[in-house]
């Protein structure tokens, strides 16, 4: 029997993190990393990727970035291809990055709506699918873990500026956990989920400029959500000690949805 410890051992895996340069992506990157995995970092932006890359590797993280537009289906899967060429295999995705556009549903951009939804729920969709036919079901298993929202679950506060295609796709999201972790279970490749509440990042920043007090009082815990919150959550759901684990959304959010 393994000793409790060693469940949560990464060495000798490979984990890709999408939206990986900063924020949320890179906290469970280096969550990841610090556990022995090497981390494969992929964002749009290449400076923001290399700065990342070379912060992490500072720490003794194994790590290489990708630079992608992972909205783009030619690109997901070249880009699996490649880091198959670089590594001969992948063990873990992490489905981080995603968009959101802020506008009252009865102005709602077209614009808006694609963007926001061709990146969080169709381009998540194409490169877990890639990753699985590439790595995951050839080698007889992987883990894949999405990062939803509480605004999955919630309608948005009437008291700030509405995101109906984002809380639509973060509910679709929470479902394509569900359905794939079905479908791909007897195949040994499990698929769950992070619900982040309030996180200060460069996303939200203009709504936690405007509503972060009022986020705050509204979280029973008294505090948004910090640099090290998904971390521990994160590894579990990708390790082995979270093995038995698979269709489920965890929620990290200081409690705020319940009350």
């Known amino acids: 029997m393994k000793k409790l410890a060693n469940l949560f051992d990464l060495a000798g895996r490979v984990a890709i993190v999408t939206g990986g340069s900063r924020g949320l992506g890179l906290q469970i990157a280096r969550a990841l990393g610090q556990y022995g995995a090497s981390i494969v970092l992929v964002a749009r932006k290449l400076p923001d990727l290399e700065a990342a890359a070379q912060e992490l590797t500072a720490e003794g993280i194994a790590v290489k970035a990708f630079a992608a537009d992972l909205s783009d289906t ?8 490649r880091v198959m060429d670089e590594f001969g295999r992948i063990d873990i995705l992490v489905n981080n990055a995603g968009a959101t556009w802020g506008a009252p549903a009865e102005d709602y951009p077209q614009s808006g709506w694609d963007k926001v939804i061709n990146l969080n729920v169709s381009g ?7 990753v699985a036919r590439q790595a995951f079901l050839p080698q007889g298993g ?3 873990l999405n990062l939803a929202s509480i605004e999955g679950f919630l309608g948005h506060h ?8 984002y809380n639509t796709s973060k509910g679709a999201l929470i479902n394509m956990t569900r359905a794939l972790a079905a479908e791909w279970g007897p195949r040994k490749i499990r698929v769950n ?3 982040p509440g309030f996180f200060p990042s460069k996303m939200t920043a203009s709504t936690v400029d405007t509503h972060g007090d009022e986020m705050i009082s509204q979280t029973p815990l008294g505090k948004l959500g910090g ?11 990708v390790s082995d000690a979270g093995g038995h684990i ?3 959304t965890i929620v990290v959010d200081g409690g705020a949805t319940i009350i």
């Open 124 to 130: 998540v969709f194409h490169l877990t699918q890639q």
């Open 193 to 195: 989920a992070l619900a």
């Open 74 to 81: 030619l690109v997901t899967e070249q880009l699996v291809e």
């Open 246 to 248: 698979t269709g489920q």
């Open 142 to 144: 992987g883990a894949v």
């Open 158 to 165: 009437p008291s700030r500026t509405g995101t109906i295609a």
């Open 227 to 237: 640099e090290t919150d998904l971390m521990g959550p994160a590894l579990l759901l």
